[in-house]
């Protein structure tokens, strides 16, 4: 693989690969150097990318932790962690996706998910029985948002899987499993109570393959 060796505003040089910055290219534009700003920009996301996809195995584990209903000192914090994770791999695959033909869906789920974390994180710290006087939300109000809350972050899971489905850049039976396990995030914790454990479980595979996957795509740093 032929590759360029520039210079850093330091000094020190710079390899840059053409295929690890900017995928093929054509013969035409061989000669045409990417600038050493832009090689570090885009091998910055990617590397981002690459280890924030770890995040969604810890998440989907702590997720799983919180379907058990095993007495935990504080569920709370358990579950905004494990809410935490995933909006962090959220990020990260879509930024590994941005350079796919998929990107597209794969931002649409991201925006997608990301609305239904903002929208449940209100709604998990509510103790039972209360309600959201200044959204005017009362307590018999507050299961129906908590399922729309659920069913939009389980859309954007959906969409984020049909782009890894459909990349041609990762393992697409990762993409399977994280749209399998979008239904029962789209289900809720108000579900049949083994559906979450196995939607927890099914975000957990695909949540090691696509790190597994992710990290093997490009040398690392």
Not at 170 to 183: R, S
Request: hydrophobic fraction near 55%.
């Amino acid at each position: 693989m032929s590759t360029s060796q520039q210079h850093t505003a330091s000094g020190r040089p710079l390899r840059v690969a053409p295929a690890w910055v900017g995928g093929a290219r054509s013969h035409a534009a061989a000669n045409h150097l990417l600038p050493v700003h832009e090689a570090v920009w885009i091998w910055s996301v990617r590397r981002y990318a690459r280890v924030s996809l770890w995040a969604l195995p810890i998440g989907a584990a702590l997720y799983g932790w919180a379907t058990l209903g095993v007495a935990t000192p504080s569920p709370l914090l358990l579950e905004l962690a494990a809410g935490w994770f995933c909006a962090v791999a959220m990020i990260g695959l879509a930024g590994l996706l941005a350079g796919s033909r998929t990107r597209r869906p794969a931002l649409a789920g991201l925006l997608i998910g990301l609305a239904g974390f903002v929208m449940m994180l209100p709604l998990a710290a509510l103790p039972a029985g209360a309600g959201l006087t200044g959204a005017g939300i009362d307590a018999g109000q507050v299961h129906t948002a908590a399922l729309i809350a659920a069913a939009v972050t389980g859309t954007g899971w959906l969409l984020l899987g049909w782009a890894v489905f459909r990349s041609k850049l990762v393992n697409p039976a990762d993409g399977v499993l994280l749209m399998l396990a979008a239904v029962s995030i789209g289900a809720g914790s108000y579900a049949v109570r083994p559906l979450p454990t196995v939607g927890a479980l099914l975000l957990l595979a695909a949540g090691m393959g696509l790190a597994w996957t992710g990290s093997r795509l490009i040398p690392p740093a």
